[in-house]
């Protein structure tokens, strides 16, 4: 079996990295169209843009808001998408994964450019999100740039190891990813519930991931275009399960969102949450207790409902 190759080398100085946004996308055009022509506000600009989609109508008038986008046809599901960004990415040293509904402030890829410049032996940033939709009914891009607008208290640490990446707005350094053949995991279908984490852990020993306290970012959490309820709900037993015996995922953590995510389920349905299908979730991760149980417990099976 042949080692793997940590990250470090040569320091890079600033303008020698070349930086890529990639976005994975489906069933949101106007979201996605919105988005990346809110890109154009960077300081420092995107050496390209990435766009992978399972077909071209979830791109429609992309191209003229933003003439640099490549566009790539990928199968649905996210590890797919993401597998096909990374190797559409050609020479581009730092790829920075985005949702199609992350907003980022206007200086973010100057500061992952310089992280990854200072620091050679970081394999991965995430960056500070300020807000987030995902748990509420969602913000709006006005709300984002609001938020992103507000004057920002002094952070006293500009980085913070941690576990994982948060997977609507990550950056990895390409060159390790390539030396090892690191993949997304794509056995774990549609939204993939804690594809992060999975990459991030099998990442974790070439190199440092770190949050970078001063990119930061605001998830909107945009309702439309996701899995149903049922399906998620089935994902967030079934998958940390199944990254718990491949090893990418501690007990402790797998156990940690299990029960945070199915309490979740069962308080919102209970109170009558409307923004999210709390009842849809929480039957999802009924029937995927009773798979346990059964000891047919699969992640693939979330695309049964």
Known sequence: MALARRSGGRRPARGDLRIAIAIATADRPEVVREMIGLIARQHRKADSVLVCSPKDEDVVGLKQTCTQVTHIIGPRGLPHQ???????????????????????????????EAVFCDYPDIVMTTGRVVADGIIGPGLSFEE?????????????????????GYGCNMAIRLETIRANALKFDE????????????????????????????????????????QRGV??????????????????????????????????????????????????RLLGNFKAIM???????APSRALRF
Not at 148 to 156: F, I, T
Not at 291 to 297: T, V, Y
């Open 82 to 112: 993401r597998n096909r960004l990374i190797e559409a990415a050609g020479d581009i040293d730092i790829l920075l994964f985005l949702d199609d509904d992350f907003i980022i402030a206007d200086d973010y890829l100057a500061e992952v």
């Open 144 to 164: 984002a740039l609001r938020r992103l607008s507000l004057p920002s208290l002094p952070q006293d640490v500009r980085l913070r190891d941690v576990y994982n």
């Open 187 to 226: 056995e774990l279908p549609l939204y993939a519930w804690l594809e992060d984490v999975d990459f991030s852990r099998s990442l974790a020993p070439l190199g440092r991931i770190v949050r970078t306290e001063r990119a930061c970012g605001v998830h909107l959490g945009v309702k439309s275009g996701r």
């Open 231 to 280: 399906r998620l709900g089935y994902s967030q037993i079934a998958n940390p399960c199944y990254l718990i015996a491949k090893g990418t995922c501690s007990w402790k953590k797998g156990l940690h969102h299990i029960g945070r995510n199915f309490a979740a389920n069962l308080y919102g349905t209970f109170r009558g949450e409307r923004s999210v299908d709390r009842p849809g």
């Open 291 to 297: 798979d346990l149980f059964m000891q047919r417990l």
